[in-house]
């Protein structure tokens, strides 16, 4: 099925915009994996439910029936990313950098002297939390800016025993690489360790499984930001095997994650809600809930197709300007229409500044969190992008991220700004 153009169900997009010398232009929004703009679907339904806010536990018809819509939201999350409902558990969190970090606690709870593999192609959200626990190990990329899978195996065998967790991306927020994650999976499990993806670029850009639990190749932690896929708000989930989680002790600690506490005694309640102590997130839930079914609808692969056109044109377009250098777009393993690029001879802020005060194009210019990544692929050494950044004069790079509402014109109004620069 083709998709019909999306844009109309998409709140801001096409909106005017003044540009500096005045002139009012339809705004093109291509900063897709800083944050989406938010699908009308998802608002009306935060609408609908805004009259009704009371407490979630509190009694009467009002607080159970936004428990129930609360709690419904596990099960849409579970079928969206093919966990399984006897066997996993969803938490709620307020983004993926908190999911994160939860589950960096709990693995140090398990052992705090075991040895946690990420990659360079991680976002810092997949990576600080595990540096700032344990002792790391990097998997390189190849000069291509793929996985260098020799590499992850390599980490495995001479960390053999120690490793009981690899971290890994399953879309790159920077040049929209997917590494293999099932392959990946099946090696992680033969070194008897679990696999967490970092699915906050991939589920709302293609068909994503954890497999069942059983399959070599099933991924034991998936973690995504609502914001990512089309909602305004926070709100994020991380899954996992329940009987992992019910063994640890929250390390969020306060209001509403107990089932009894005394002076001399406290229990916890059952997971996941022990892991969500504070006020729940409820229409950040909500308008997750929404979100993914209607990306559901609009069917994944269909959204996946669309966005390969997208992409071929873009990278295309972008080929066709001499001064345009791209990055990581000789991989094959491209799978979500994200490139960055520079100008030759102009900073990427001035680039950046261009595109959006000039012809009212939004696209992100910087580093955008994968800083280690963004080093490799402009091939600058530590040392020389600390020296940057104390003076002034950061690396960093400009990046088009697009989604599936966006247009073939919208490519072309880019790339003839960037031809005008
Ligand atoms: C690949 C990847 N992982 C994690 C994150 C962190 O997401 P959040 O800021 O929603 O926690 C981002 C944010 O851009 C990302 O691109």
Known sequence: ??????????????????????????????????????????????????????????????GKRNTKKYEYVREIILDYVGGDVDKDEVIYVHNSTEGINLLADLFYQEDSDQVVITTSMEHMANYLPFKSRFKIATVDITKEGDLDID???????????????????????????????????????DYGAKILVDAVQLVQHRPFSMKPHNNSSHIDFVVFSAHKCYTPFDGGALIGPSKFFAKYLPPIQGSDNTSFVSSEKVIYAPTPHRYEAGFPNIFGVMAMGAALKFLKSQGLKNIAEYEKRLYYYLKSGLESIPRVIIYGQESNNIIIPYISFNVEGINYSDVGNYLVYEHGIEVAAGIPGANIYIEKLLDVSPEEAYRRYKSGNPIGIVRASLGMYNTFSEIDRLIKALRMI
């Open 151 to 189: 590499d992850l195996v390599y980490k495995l065998t001479i960390y053999k025993n120690k490793v009981k967790l690899v971290a890994v991306t399953g879309a790159s927020n920077v040049t929209g690489i997917g590494p293999p994650i099932y392959k990946i999976a099946q090696i992680v499990h």
């Open 1 to 62: 099925m083709l998709l019909s153009n999306l844009s109309r169900y998409i709140e801001g997009a096409n909106i005017p915009v003044e540009t500096l010398d005045g002139k009012i232009v339809k705004r093109v929004y291509f900063n897709n994996s800083g944050t989406a703009l938010a699908l009308r679907p998802v608002i009306c339904e935060v609408n609908k439910n805004i009259p009704f806010i009371t407490y979630t536990e509190a009694a009467g018809y009002l």
